[in-house]
């Protein structure tokens, strides 16, 4: 027992006394009305929808606590190995729906509300969204650890509390506005640890010595100190009492550090610059996705973070006093990217400076801890950092990187002696110049797991970035977890009538927890009634999204149209302006047309919405594309509600939340091989709307699973995108002629000054069309006239979305973290039989 536990003999009154949490609906309003009046200040005089919001959130999560105090202490006790992942991103989205679903009182809430004045949509639409990433790879830590809890893994995640999240997006003429978003005002969902803090070391110098005992002794010393400060989130797992911990780090100016003689000494500005620039390492997310730019805060970031989480894991682990060769049979950790692969040298760090292991003792015990997920093949998003940078911000770990390097290389040698070329190939350090540190192979190197996040992405990176690692650690080690989804988010609280429909014909809402149970809705798809409110579902959810629309942008949309939706980071290999190019390319269409034959064309509204990187020029170019062809079409007279073309500002989590179910048809258009995975392409299905896609990421295994009667398929394969790239240059290479005309009236300047647009088109036409563009078009736009098609038979498209549905179930991310406990982390759930029985009888 520590210290500051109670003595046993004092512990029955605190039994007695200890809150068990409200369950009806009369005692959720007693605390509702209890936080409105003392714990905010505010009377039924004062209650706005922003401090309803406040009070139904702290009730809950003071139920949530006491959850999150008893798994915390059930894990300690149970001492089993866990999990923690790392992750610089996770986007997390709105909390206060989710805690009511898991806990499974959101009934009640609705109920207390309306009794004390409120709509519960209300309500729970004043949270501001933790945003704290850019997009796929923060959702998908997110989607993660709600798999985690509800499957009862110990598992913690590690990330960084910034005070900015992505930056709110706003368009001003057509162009993007990047808003920072400060989110922290009233955040009820975190518990600052002001008590669990590390002090993290930079800069400074290293010394070697020999002490008098002959051993060889390593000091990093000098340099400045920042302290991290814990802030932990509670994350609820669905229908079970295990609350799981998010620990954010906060970054601030260490009392050792902090100057106060220069308080004293009248020194007051610098004393307070000193300390402005310890918070500014947790201050801002950086907001590219798919890019590394090498920046020094980045740096400071990462190591921050991992010291910090790395310093708190073994801390944690030398409480249990056991051996350190038992170390990764207690504690596995996921690297979400390369962004944390410093914790590879941390812990080595740890291990021989600190706590004097052997080298090779203490690497073994590293890489049997440490498993590493790639995400992307694009060369422009591998990380690199300059040699120089490292030398000077964490100069031990630079020269721990060289003797990981030189014992690596040394291997290699051994077993490919005559291969010379090898050794500079799979070197850590890039002959650069400067030199840089290849990342993801410090990553592979520390780790004995590496896996890609689809099909053809695992085998991508097996056959093309990683290969030479292939060969010198054989295939097992590169293996692949496809990519899944919360369906308690995705489906459950983002489409709750669809989730209920499910439900009343499985008899139960098991689904959620087993979502291989869908494939019994298959036999349904003969039922009419069923059909009809499927039907009206997906409507009522279009005009949610048309309301929307008119709300956000002043332009009224037919919800009978097809809703055609592309919702993602703007990048050019997602290919936006391949959609964009197929709207002007429809237009021309209707235009040409008379009006009577235009009466018998699919009414179609084209949906974008997603964010540029502030510093992606062509991507802003696209944005404003978007915007301003759809400001020439939605005015004109000769279209009507044939066509209209709509970009929804600042797309985020809660939006998706009301965009995904309303589709028809989603786009995942991206050149094939470029794409890892992809995570929306599983929420549109899963939320019965089809996709158009290539054969690209997760796509792949989505059209195995649903069959390939139900995807819209097209485009260029993976295997013969090098070859086509490598035509551009030569012969005499032309673009397709029907984007030709589209690129001609971008020309004429019909959507403004055609300047705007040159360097777009030029990508294509002069530069060697590097996305396929072109070549893809005429294939683009076929199929998109093949859905039109099959939308005007109803019934048929239903019969489509329903079988799909009912064919989803693989793509659920408790399949793979349990693919992840199996294969790579080797842990086990925790058993909750107990709790839950105890909960029952109270
Ligand atoms: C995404 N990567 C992939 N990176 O693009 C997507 O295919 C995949 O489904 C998803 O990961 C999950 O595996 C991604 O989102 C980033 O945003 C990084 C942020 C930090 C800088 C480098 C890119």
């Not at 905010?40 to 809950?60: H, M, P, Q, V």
């Not at 002959?214 to 920042?226: A, R, Y």
Request: with cysteine; net charge negative.
């Amino acid at each position: 027992a520590v210290e500051s536990s109670i003595p046993e003999h004092m512990r029955e009154a605190w039994r007695k006394y200890s809150p068990s949490g409200f369950t009806t609906k009369d005692q959720f309003e007693t605390e509702i009305v209890r936080h409105i009046e003392t714990t905010l200040a505010r009377s039924l005089f004062n209650c706005d929808e922003l401090a309803a919001y406040s009070g139904t959130a702290l009730a809950f999560r003071d139920r949530l606590i006491m959850d999150w105090n008893k798994t915390q202490q059930r894990q300690t006790f149970a001492d089993q190995k866990r999990i923690y992942y790392l992750s610089l991103e996770f986007l997390m989205g709105r909390a206060l729906d989710n805690a009511m679903l898991n806990v499974g009182l959101k009934n009640v809430a609705k109920e207390g509300l309306a009794d004390l004045g409120f709509r519960i949509e209300d309500v729970i639409n004043q949270e501001h969204d933790a945003a704290l990433g850019n997009g796929g790879l923060g959702r998908l830590a997110a989607c993660f650890l709600d798999s985690m809890a509800s499957l009862n893994y110990p598992a913690w995640g590690y990330g960084l509390r910034y005070r900015y999240g992505i930056f709110k997006q706003e368009i001003e003429n057509g162009y993007q506005v990047e808003i920072p978003d400060y989110w922290l005002d009233f955040n009820p969902w975190e518990f600052a640890r002001h008590d669990v803090t590390v002090d993290v070391q930079f800069y400074g110098w290293v010394n070697k010595y020999t002490d008098d005992e002959g051993k060889q002794i390593v000091s990093w010393q000098d340099g400045e100190i920042v302290t991290a400060v814990a802030y932990d989130v509670p994350v609820p797992g669905y229908g079970t009492p295990t609350v799981n911990n998010l620990r954010l780090w906060s970054s601030k100016a260490s009392s050792g550090e902090f100057d106060f003689s220069k308080f004293n000494s009248g020194e007051y500005e610098s004393a307070v610059a000193d300390q402005q620039r310890a918070e500014t390492i947790s201050a801002v997310l950086y907001p590219n996705d798919n890019l590394e730019r090498g920046k020094e805060l980045r740096l400071k970031q990462q190591y921050f973070w991992c010291a910090a989480s790395l310093f708190d894991i073994v801390r944690r682990f030398k409480k249990t006093n056991r051996k350190w060769s038992e170390f990764p049979d207690q504690v596995a950790i996921q690297l979400n990217d390369t962004h944390p692969t410093l914790a590879v040298v941390e812990l080595q760090r740890i291990l021989v400076d600190k706590e004097g292991l052997e080298w090779q003792t203490a690497w073994d015990i590293v890489t049997k801890t440490f498993s590493y997920t790639n995400h992307t093949v694009l060369p422009e998003a591998l990380e690199k950092w300059s040699v120089p940078l490292i030398q000077n911000l964490l100069p031990r770990h630079l020269q721990i990187i060289y003797e990981i390097n030189l014992s690596f290389l040394q291997t290699v040698e051994r077993r490919f002696p005559k291969d010379r070329e090898l050794l500079g190939r799979v070197s850590l350090i890039e002959e650069s110049q400067p030199k840089t540190v290849r990342m993801a192979y410090l990553a592979i190197v520390g780790s004995h797991k590496v896996n890609g996040v689809a099909e053809l992405h695992s085998d991508l990176i097996k056959t093309t970035i990683f290969k030479d690692f292939v060969r010198i650690y054989g295939p097992d080690k590169f293996i692949n977890v496809t990519n899944g989804i919360t369906p308690r988010r995705w489906l459950h609280q983002a489409n709750p009538r669809l989730s209920e429909l499910i439900a009343s014909k499985l008899g139960s809402y098991e689904f959620l927890k087993d979502l291989t149970l869908l494939n019994k809705l298959e036999p349904f798809v003969d039922d009419k009634e069923f059909k009809k409110e499927w039907a009206e579902i997906k409507y009522a959810n279009k005009v949610r999204l048309a309301q929307h629309i008119l709300k956000t942008t002043g332009v009224s949309v037919n919800p009978k149209a097809l809703f055609d939706v592309q919702v993602k980071r703007i990048h050019e290999y997602k290919r936006q302006q391949l959609n964009v190019f197929g709207v002007i390319h429809r237009y021309l269409a209707i235009k040409s047309l008379s009006s009577e034959e235009r009466k018998k064309l699919a009414p179609r509204v084209t949906i974008f919405g997603g964010k540029a990187a502030p510093g992606y020029w062509m991507a802003k170019t696209i944005i404003h594309l978007i915007n301003k062809v759809g400001e020439v079409i939605n005015n004109d007279p000769d279209v009507g509600d044939l066509l209209k073309v709509i970009f929804l500002e600042d797309y985020n989590v809660s939006k998706a939340e009301i965009i995904i179910p309303a589709s028809d048809i989603s786009e995942h258009i991206s050149t094939a091989g470029t794409e890892a995975s992809g995570t929306s392409n599983m929420k549109f299905v899963l939320n019965g709307g089809l996709i158009i896609g290539t054969l690209d990421g997760a796509n792949i295994e989505i059209t195995r699973e649903i069959g390939e009667q139900n995807v819209f398929l097209f485009g260029n394969l993976s295997e013969d995108v090098e070859d086509l790239r490598h035509n551009h240059f030569y012969g005499d290479y032309q673009v397709d002629p029907e984007l030709q005309k589209v690129f001609d009236l971008i020309k004429s300047g019909k959507f403004g000054d055609e300047g705007s647009f040159g360097a777009l088109i030029g990508a294509i036409t002069e530069h060697g069309d590097y996305y396929l563009v072109s070549d893809d078009f005429n294939s683009y736009t076929k199929t998109q006239d093949l859905i039109d098609e099959t939308f005007k038979n109803q019934d048929e498209w239903v019969t489509k979305c329903i079988t799909s549905v009912a064919r989803m179930g693989f793509f659920t991310s408790d399949r793979c973290i349990n693919e992840y406990a199996d294969t790579i982390w080797n842990i086990e759930p925790l058993d909750v039989a107990e709790e839950k029985q105890v909960r029952a009888r109270t």
